[in-house]
C-alpha cells in the first residue's frame, strides 16, 4: 500500500510546502499512467489561488505523464515574436458555464462503498472538495439502469395509479443518497443535482417489461402518462426528505433506445411528437404544480445527431415549450454529426433553451470495449469532445460512472465500459484514469457563471482552444495539443499583455490570469 513515504523526495517536499499533491504514478502497460490512491495518500490540485496581476498560472498533463502540474510565469509586455498568438477577443460574448460532473450510479456508489471509509473519503474529496477538481453536477438515475445489479423502478405494484407503493430502493437510501449528501458537504458550492429515468415500470409498459422495445400505454394524457409524470414528483419529494433538491431532470434518457427492436436493458420510448405531447399534456403540468416548479426540464438526453429535429419538433409546440428549460445531449455518435449542423443550429434556431452535455464514457465501443488503465487517447476523445462543444454552444459536460471496478462494471446486461476512476477494492485502492484530468481541466477552473469569449489565432494549428472569463474576472485558456510536436504560442490579452507558452506534444493545459 502506497503512503507519503513512498513518493520520491522532490515530491513529498512539494506536498510539504503547502502546493497540491501529485500524482503517485502506476503503468497498467497503457499509454500513459494512472494515479493511484489509498486511504491516506491521494494526489490534489489544492485550493485554487489566482495569480498576483501581471502573473499567470499553468496547469499541465500530458501523456508523458503529468498531471495538472502546476507552474507560473510573468504576463510580458511586448511580443516574443512566435508564429502562433491567440488573441483575446471580449467583443464576442457566447454561453456562461452550468457545470461539470459525473453520474452517481447504482455501481459507482456500490464501487465507492467497496472502499474503506478513509478511502472513500479520499476518492469523495477528489471529486468534490475545494482541494480536488470541484465536480458541481451529478446526475443520478431515477431507479435502476444497466449499471446496477437488477432491474427495479419505485412502484413496481401492478396497477398502482395513484402510486400508493412509491418508495426509494436501497439503493438509493443506503447508497447514492448518502454518498452525495458527503459530496454536498466536501463541496464548497451547492451540487446541481440532476435526474434522468431508464424505465417506467413494466405495468406502465406496451411490453409489460423494463427492457427492450416498448412504450408507456396508450396515449399522452391518459392515466399511465399521468401516474407516470407524478412518478417524477413522487421522486423528487422523496430525495427532498434527505435535503437533496435536483437542478434538473431530463424527460427520459436516451428516448429512441425504446422504439429499438430487443432492446437490450431498461428504456422507454418516445418518438419527438410523443416526448411533446408528454411533456405538454402530464409532465410539464405535473412538475409545475408541484413544490419542485423551479427545476429545470430537458428534453432529448440522446445523441446530438437528432437536432435539430428534436427540438424543432417539440420546442415550436407552445403548449410543451413553456415548460422546457433546455437541450441535454449525449456523445457517443459526435464524430459521425458536425456540431455547426446539430448545436449550432439548434442554438440559432432556439436561443433561449441552453444546451448541455449529460452523458458520456469511454470504452463503449465493441472495437475498444471495457477499461483500458492508463489510455491517453482516450482522455484526447473527452477533452477534443469537451472543447468541440463548448465552442458550439454547450453549457455543461457530464461524465457517466463516477466509479467503476477493474472489469468495467458492475452491470447486470455485462455492458461494461471505462470511468475516470477505476476502483480496485482488494487493495483498497483507486486509479484516476487519464480521463478524470482531462475533466478537471475543465470542471476545475471554470466555475459555472463563466462566460466563453472569442479567441483567435493568427495562423492555423493543431492547437484546440476555448477561452471564459470567470466570475471573478479572471480569465482562463484551455488548450489541447494532440500531435506529435511542441508548439510554441503566445496569448494576447490587449488587456493585461502577453503570455508566452509552449503545448508539449499530447497534452492539456489550462492557462489562468488576473484581468484587474
Keep these: 500500500m502506497l503512503s507519503l513515504l513512498a513518493l520520491p523526495l522532490a515530491a513529498a517536499l512539494a506536498v510539504a510546502a503547502g502546493g497540491g499533491a501529485p500524482c503517485v504514478p502506476r503503468s497498467f502497460g497503457g499509454s500513459s499512467v494512472v494515479c493511484e490512491c489509498n486511504a491516506t495518500y491521494c494526489d490534489a490540485p489544492g485550493r485554487l489561488v489566482l495569480p498576483a496581476p501581471g502573473q499567470y498560472l499553468a496547469f499541465l498533463s500530458s501523456r508523458a505523464g503529468s498531471r495538472l502540474l502546476p507552474s507560473q510565469g510573468a504576463v510580458k509586455n511586448t511580443s516574443s515574436g512566435t508564429a502562433l498568438r ?34 472513500q473519503d479520499q476518492l469523495l474529496k477528489a471529486y468534490f472538495s475545494p482541494e480536488g477538481v470541484e465536480y458541481t453536477v451529478v446526475r443520478v438515475p431515477m431507479a435502476s439502469c444497466d449499471f446496477s445489479v437488477r432491474q427495479y423502478t419505485y412502484a413496481d405494484t401492478p396497477e398502482d395509479f395513484l402510486l400508493h407503493n412509491f418508495s426509494l430502493a436501497v439503493e438509493d437510501t443506503r447508497m447514492k443518497i448518502p454518498l452525495l449528501q458527503r459530496a454536498q458537504a466536501l463541496s464548497s458550492r451547492p451540487l446541481s ?12 409498459k406496451t411490453n409489460d417489461a423494463l427492457s427492450g422495445k416498448g412504450t408507456l400505454k396508450g396515449e399522452p394524457g ?28 431530463t424527460a427520459e434518457n436516451e428516448p429512441t433506445a425504446g422504439l429499438m427492436t430487443n432492446y437490450s436493458f431498461q428504456s422507454l420510448g418516445f418518438t419527438a411528437p410523443r416526448q411533446r405531447d408528454f411533456i405538454a399534456r402530464d409532465l410539464g403540468p405535473a412538475l409545475a404544480a408541484s413544490r419542485h416548479a423551479g427545476t429545470n426540464l430537458l428534453i432529448l438526453d440522446d445523441n446530438r445527431l437528432l437536432l435539430p429535429y428534436w427540438a424543432k419538433v417539440v420546442l415550436s409546440d407552445l403548449h410543451a415549450a413553456r415548460y422546457v428549460h433546455g437541450i441535454a445531449v449525449h456523445w457517443y455518435l459526435d464524430r459521425l454529426v458536425p456540431p455547426g449542423i446539430s448545436l449550432d443550429t439548434t442554438q440559432h434556431l ?24 492508463g489510455s491517453w487517447e482516450r482522455a484526447e476523445s473527452y477533452s477534443w469532445d469537451i472543447l468541440q462543444d463548448l465552442n458550439h454552444y454547450v453549457t455543461g459536460w457530464t461524465d457517466w460512472n463516477l466509479a467503476l471496478d477493474r472489469g468495467g462494471g458492475p452491470n447486470w446486461v455485462k455492458n461494461f465500459v471505462d470511468s475516470t476512476i477505476i476502483v480496485d ?31 483567435s489565432p493568427s495562423a492555423d494549428s493543431a492547437l484546440q482552444v476555448s477561452m471564459f472569463l470567470r466570475p471573478d474576472g479572471a480569465a482562463a485558456l484551455i488548450i489541447l495539443n494532440r500531435g506529435e510536436e511542441e508548439l510554441q504560442f503566445e496569448v494576447w490579452d490587449p488587456a493585461v499583455g502577453y503570455i508566452p507558452s509552449v503545448a508539449p506534444p499530447h497534452s492539456i493545459q489550462t492557462l489562468l490570469w488576473r484581468r484587474d
Design 425 to 455: 477494492a482488494s487493495r483498497d485502492v483507486f486509479y484516476k484514469q487519464p480521463t478524470f484530468y482531462s475533466m478537471a481541466h475543465f470542471s476545475k477552473f471554470l466555475v459555472p457563471g463563466s462566460q466563453r469569449v472569442g479567441v
Design 193 to 204: 443535482l440532476m435526474a434522468s429515468p431508464w424505465s417506467a415500470p413494466a405495468w406502465m
Design 86 to 119: 491567440l488573441t483575446v477577443d471580449l467583443s464576442k460574448r457566447f454561453q456562461r458555464v452550468r457545470g461539470f460532473g459525473g453520474a452517481m450510479t447504482d455501481a459507482a456508489a456500490m464501487n465507492i462503498l467497496s472502499l474503506s471509509p478513509s478511502t
Design 350 to 373: 432556439f436561443p433561449e433553451y441552453y444546451l448541455f452535455g449529460s452523458e458520456a464514457c469511454a470504452g463503449f465501443e465493441p472495437w475498444d470495449r471495457g477499461v483500458r488503465l
Design 222 to 249: 391518459n392515466r399511465y402518462h399521468q401516474t407516470w409524470a407524478q412518478y417524477y414528483v413522487r421522486f423528487l419529494d422523496a430525495y427532498s426528505a434527505y435535503n437533496l433538491s435536483f437542478w434538473a431532470v
